[in-house]
């Protein structure tokens, strides 16, 4: 393949990685919408098109029309560049992040490798973009000259800083069995069917890496950095329109990227499975753990920020050390 | 009645059972485990998968689906005809006026050429109106009601409150469409279904 056809071929899988994560994540909310309603017994969106599914179609042509408002006292470069870099970073971190098996493209002999870029570090490439992705709301948070602003970054600093620990340190003991960094490499060493994915063997890590997710996309456990009763917004407070639509967009792209990754690491990711294919089993998957997200939400409290340090300090982590001695242990 | 209205603690009351706190590090260390491995958090995950299974909606489609309101609802007041002659019952008496708590009532009457009593205008600020209800209480001809019409969106307030507003209006008079206003001590439609069986003696 000459160089010219792998720059657009590159290109082409950026763009659609782009506009179809961009579309699920209005999509998302949709569905977050109406799952949550169900499950306190009510309706959801009901109005816009049928059973409310135009909502997104609605909520696009306010966020993008309202005004776009910064504060008097704002940093102001910064002020606007920040939820650019929550939404951008979110979607480089998919860049590294295998979608789906290759496939032939119709009517050709031509292979797709639905991934932007194979690289051999892919799942720390993956997690040192999503934890970039950190200073969106840290410079929105300082640049917005607003305390619950400055209270929701200062949160969201701890959270994220705290939690990659326990995210790297779960990691390891499973990277450690399959000795490679790819995530194709994590995929492929689990082919030989269900008795061979991770879970089984790494069920401690498979847990700690979920708790660790909840927390790394600000989901509904451990969304402190948003909790409306105690700082207003967080730092999403000072936002409207189209900035704030960015960090929602980047939000529910983390969303993705950490069910990709749960899927791909612990539970096969896209091999096929007795006759459903692999494409099949990789969007069940993702299905699954996004509905997992918001099962979670509808269920659960929020915990304090105290707590929050004290179950990942003291509990996570010297769980997930353990579990790196353990493996290390057996492999030996 | 005494027994009852006696607050202080007695040999009948009991102490509900509470959980000593944990001091020491191990007990501590105890009860997290504890809670940790209960599972209360997966009956909280079971109780709203079961809700969102069951898929009992409870809500009201509001501008398409009305709840029921009660016969004693009051909502924005109307002024009543006579059924024979399709005059307002007004008498102009003042009762309305006089007791109305927020003074939002005002009634201009005169003597007319037959030396009668006219009701000229009868308006009500419902920027003032707290919607007691005492004016269609006390009213002795039941000509100022309140109606069940609580959709009342407009420019302004005083689109409501002039006798021309207030009044029947005549086509729905004269098809007999004038509802009273059932008022204090209706009963609901469903009252006998509501109904529960109490004790009669404590």
Redesign the interface.
Known sequence: MNENAMIIETIIKAVTILAVFSALAGFTTYIERK?LA??????GP?HVGPAGVLQIAADGIKLFTKEDFIPQNAVKPIFKIAPVITAATAFIALAAVPILPEFILPFTDYVVRPIVADINVGILFVLGAMSVGMYGPLLAGMSQSNKWGLLGAARTVIQLLSFEVVTGLSLIAPLMMIGSLSLIDINNYQTGGLSDWLIWSQPVAFILFLIAGFAETNRTPFDLLEHEAEIVSGYATEYSGMRWGLFFIGEYANLFTVSFLVSIIFLGGFNPLWFIPGGIMILLKISFFIFLFL??R???PHVRPDQLMWFCWK?LMPVAVINILITGIVLI | MEQFKDRNVKDGYMFMEMESIPVEPWDKFKQ?VRRTFKGE?FV??W???R??CR?????T?YPLEKLPISPRYRAIHALQRHMDSGENRCIGCGLCEKICPANCIKIDTKIDENSRKEVGEYTINFGRCIFCGYCAEVCPELAIVHTDDYENASEQRAHYGAVDDLLTPMDIFKMGKQKEFMGFGAINDNADSNIKKTPTSY
Not at chain 1, 38 to 43: D, G
């Open positions: 799952i169900f499950m306190q017994r009510r309706l009901m099962w979670v509808a269920a659960w509990v | 997290v958090l909280g995950l109780v709203v998968f809700e969102m898929f009992d909606i409870h809500t489609q």
